[in-house]
C-alpha cells in the first residue's frame, strides 16, 4: 500500500506444507484479481520461495521472525538459550523502531 502498510490477503489450513499446496493458493490469490504481491513472509519451506517466484516473481521474500529466532538459538549453547531467546524478544518488540533496533543491535553484536 501507498503508506507502507500491509496487508492480509490470505489465511489457509493445509495438512501438509509444500509447493504444490503453496502453488494452489498463490493462484487462487489470482483467479481473485491480486495482480501483484510486494513482500511475502514465511519459514524458510523451500515449496514457498519456489511457488511464490513462479506466480509472482516481482515478490520479495522475508524470513518471519519466529524463524528468524529459532536459528539464532539453535546456534546457541544450551546455558546462554534463555538469556538470548529474552534479548531477542527484547530485539524485536519495538516500541522507539529506530532507537530500539540500533541499541538492539549493538547489543547483540557485543554477546
Known sequence: MDDGSREVLSVV???????????EELE???ERGVTQIDLVVSDAL???EIAVCAAFPQASHQFCVAYIKRQILNCVSHKDKQQIAEE???VFT???KEMKSLL?????ITL
Open 104 to 108: 538492539g543491535y549493538e547489543q547483540f
Open 46 to 48: 523451500q515449496g514457498i
Open 94 to 96: 519495538l516500541e522507539n
Open 88 to 90: 531477542l524478544n527484547e
Open 13 to 23: 489450513n493445509h495438512p501438509s506444507e509444500g509447493a504444490i499446496c503453496w502453488k
Open 28 to 30: 487462487a490469490l489470482k
